[in-house]
């Protein structure tokens, strides 16, 4: 799976003019993960919270319905914390919910990919994608419902 990242974003890199800083909003997926750093060294990568979201509702199926809406809601106030202390707050909040299984989903996801208060580079680009993958995901749901 990496190779086809790589290949991916050694295509994507012959079109996207260097001299530019990048901010890449992504999944976390692990070949892209791990082709990232190789072809855009100097690119800042971000993890989409839409896809956090998923990820945490899928690693923690156990949990009832109720606690998994509590979770996704603090995710979220650590996501879009505008600075540290508030940050630290919420995430205090968020792994108070121990039972639940959130501190072993944290564990791997350092919050400079996806806190805004950790994040020290333009992520415009990390609006749109969320707005996108909300408009997405809420109008294909909507027709099934």
């Known amino acids: 799976m990496t190779a086809n990242w790589t290949w991916f974003l050694q295509q994507l890199a012959n079109i996207v003019n260097n001299a530019r800083t990048l901010t890449i909003v992504s999944d976390w997926n692990d070949g892209l993960l791990k082709s990232l750093p190789i072809v855009f060294p100097f690119a800042h990568h971000a993890y989409c919270l839409q896809h956090l979201q998923a990820n945490l509702r899928d690693k923690l199926q156990w949990v009832d319905n109720h606690v998994h809406f509590g979770l996704m809601a603090k995710l979220r106030e650590c996501a879009y914390a505008p600075i540290e202390a508030s940050f630290q707050h919420h995430l205090a909040k968020l792994k108070g919910s121990e039972r639940s299984g959130i501190n072993i989903f944290l564990e791997d996801m350092p919050p400079n990919h ?13 609006v749109l994608v969320a707005f996108a993958c909300q408009y997405i995901f809420y109008t294909r749901w909507s027709i099934y419902i």
Do not use: P
């Not at 806190?115 to 333009?122: K, P």
């Open 114 to 126: 996806w806190a805004n208060a950790d994040f020290r580079f333009v992520r415009y680009l990390h």
